[in-house]
């Protein structure tokens, strides 16, 4: 090939790469939900943390930029942020600037106020219209009565009755708070953490504040690293895990109609600010920035984790009823390296008949009183796929996550002991043989056979032997669930990553281990 050829070639490649890339950092601002729905508040306090230089006053637009509209000075350290509930006087005057208003509103004792693409100057926080029209009169200059607003704002002094700025954009815009820099990064408290970036208080629909953190996402994934795994971890599992979290966080939908992108939750992933933060777990996440995990040439959706398989991942339509081709289950050779290490790594839990018909109960399913409960089919993997309760009047099939979900159980990594259970003897031998995850061998390939018929029969190198019920005429009320591992089976196992940094394997190694035919740049 001649070196213009692979001039050209090259060129191009760096081009799609650069596409490719440009698709997963479309905006490397993330809001992270902390306070919203239920827990939205009335009233938000914001307390510096490090060295800065203030406050700005302002909103993000559409592309997550801060457009700035007002400021603070670091003699107040402290801020807190209020629904607008009272009434005030509004001078007449629209400013140029807030500069201009915050000079005319400390003439006559007021704060600047941007309402509505506009400067204004209001006075004073008064309870009723009536209280505020009676004050309006020993103003000189021409002005009006307003508030009430049921997306208005004011921020004050911490603990003061001093208004620093009121805000106002009709739900078009929210307030934005961002602390100056004074040549590091700047940290803020905010309920007991302590988080980078900026924040938004939305109040679009007369109700509470939601407190969105607006920070970028490679400060967001130093946040969230720590928690989902710990800072003390080997360094290729964590850079595993930032890889993860970056990937999952930049494709989430799921919160976008309550104005952000990710919760603080499990439900997305942990996210609690900077206090777990240290050298080694930033290191990581510094070393792959702007790192995401690609399959056939666009993002992963889903770069979903767990904490331990105990001994087997599962296709992800095994679990959640989806095929998708990167999220493919396999034998982990790798955790029985490090299962002794692992909290709860083996567990087991014990239903009475009892129990058991109570919790069906209370989820709506009427088969009467149960007598028994069995693992009805396996996956290729060894996991649970389906669970089968029988009762009195009737039977119930969990099929995929529901059958450790409707159980409370840790994984899908379980056997089930204790009453009438299928065990079957095979020509009077001592051992036997269960019907759960057994299969039916027919011209259509291989089904689950998890019916209990009268007669069953078996070939053996003896010819064809009936099965004998072990269990006839015996049966107890007390069911013990025994099982391994802790999660969803689905990706990439936390515990996993972990074992494979201990032997000496990289993150890539790690990845695409987890993860099937992706790449990662």
């Known amino acids: 090939m001649g070196k213009a050829c692979k001039t050209m070639v090259l060129t191009l490649l760096l081009a799609v790469l650069l596409g490719v890339s440009a698709q997963a950092m479309e905006n490397d601002m993330l809001k992270v939900g902390i306070k919203y729905g239920s827990d939205a508040m009335s009233s938000a306090n914001l307390q510096n943390y490090s060295d800065f230089d203030g406050y700005a006053f302002g909103y993000y637009d559409s592309s997550r930029e ?3 509209l007002g400021y603070v000075g670091s003699e107040c350290e402290k801020i807190t942020v209020t629904t607008d509930t009272t009434y ?6 629209e400013y140029a600037s807030f500069d201009e208003a915050r000079t005319a509103a400390v003439g006559c004792g007021g704060y600047p106020a941007y309402v509505m693409g506009s400067y204004r100057v ?21 002005s009006c009565v307003v508030g009430a607003s049921s997306t208005g704002v004011k921020v004050f002094i911490t603990g003061t009755n001093t208004v620093l700025f009121g805000f106002d954009c009709s739900g078009l815009y929210s307030l934005g708070i961002l602390p100056i820099e004074a040549g590091e990064k700047t940290v803020t408290w905010f309920r007991g953490y302590r988080y980078y970036g900026g924040f938004e208080y939305q109040r679009v629909t007369g109700g509470n504040i939601n407190v969105i953190n607006v920070v970028n996402i490679e400060d967001y994934v130093k946040c969230v690293i720590p928690w989902e795994m710990s800072n003390t971890w080997p360094i290729e599992a964590l850079k595993a895990q930032s890889i993860c979290a970056r990937t999952y966080a930049v494709c989430q939908t799921r919160h976008r109609s309550q104005g952000f992108d990710v919760c603080t939750t499990t439900d997305c992933q942990v996210y609690q600010g900077t206090s777990a933060c240290n050298e080694h777990s930033d ?27 105990g001994g087997a991942s599962e296709d992800c339509e095994n679990v959640w009823g989806s095929d998708v081709p990167y999220l493919k289950g396999k034998t982990d050779p ?8 692992v909290p709860k790594y083996n567990w087991s839990t014990t239903y009475s008949a009892a129990e058991l018909t109570a919790l069906l109960k209370s989820k709506g399913y009427s088969i009467g009183t149960v007598k028994n409960l069995y693992v009805s089919a396996l996956t290729d993997n ?26 409370g159980l840790r994984s899908m990594r379980f056997q089930i002991n204790g009453g009438n259970p299928d065990s079957y003897y095979v020509n009077d031998a001592s051992s036997t043989v269960g019907l759960s995850g057994i299969y039916v061998i027919s011209g259509s390939g291989k089904t689950p056979y998890s019916a209990r018929p009268a007669d069953t029969y078996v070939i053996t190198s003896e010819g064809v032997s009936a099965l ?18 802790n999660g969803h ?7 996993g990553a972990y074992a494979m940094a201990d032997l000496g394997y990289t993150y890539r190694d790690i990845l695409e281990f987890y993860y099937t035919d992706v790449t990662i740049y």
Request: net charge negative; aromatic share 12%.
């Open 66 to 68: 801060f457009t700035q």
């Open 88 to 93: 005030a006087v509004e001078l007449n005057n």
């Open 122 to 142: 209001r006075i004073g926080t008064y309870a009723t219209p009536g209280e505020a029209e009676a004050a309006r009169y020993s103003y000189d200059a021409a």
């Open 283 to 309: 290191s990581a996440v510094d070393s792959t920035a702007g790192e995401y995990l690609y399959y056939n040439g666009s993002i992963v959706e889903n770069a979903v984790y767990y904490s331990s398989n």
């Open 334 to 341: 790798y955790e029985q390296y490090v299962a002794s290490r």
């Open 382 to 407: 060894g996991n649970v796929l389906s669970v089968t309760f029988v009762g009195t009047n009737g039977t119930k099939t969990f099929q995929r996550e529901s059958c450790r979900t409707i159980l």
């Open 468 to 485: 004998e019920d072990k269990n006839a005429g015996v049966s107890t009320d007390s069911f013990t669930i025994t099982g391994s591992g």
């Open 489 to 495: 089976h689905v990706g990439m196992s936390q515990w």
